[in-house]
């Protein structure tokens, strides 16, 4: 959702995928017991912090990445002739 408000040039888009984005890392809807996305530090013990965070770093980059790059790539394709 984020990799969207990033690239996309449709206001619509961007008006809808900024407050999916921001349910998305606070945990809406999460399947596990206890407080999920950013906040779910608090129910991890002080000696995980460190790779708990890295740990939400990485799920936050890599789909964000993932997301401008295939983005991009379907965007020139449409732009092709023919």
């Known amino acids: 959702m984020l990799g969207i408000s990033i690239v996309s040039r449709k206001a619509n888009e961007r008006e809808i995928s900024v407050p999916a984005a ?3 890392y606070l945990g809406v809807t999460a399947n596990g017991i206890g407080v999920g996305g950013l ?3 608090l129910s991890i013990k002080p000696q995980f912090w460190l790779i708990y965070s890295l740990a939400i ?3 936050a980059v890599i789909p964000l990445l993932l997301t401008i790059m295939v ?3 379907k965007a020139e394709r449409s732009e092709l002739p023919g």
Request: hydrophobic share 40%.
């Open 22 to 24: 921001i349910s998305a």
């Open 39 to 41: 906040p779910g530090i």
């Open 57 to 59: 770093l990485v799920s």
């Open 71 to 73: 983005y991009k790539y």
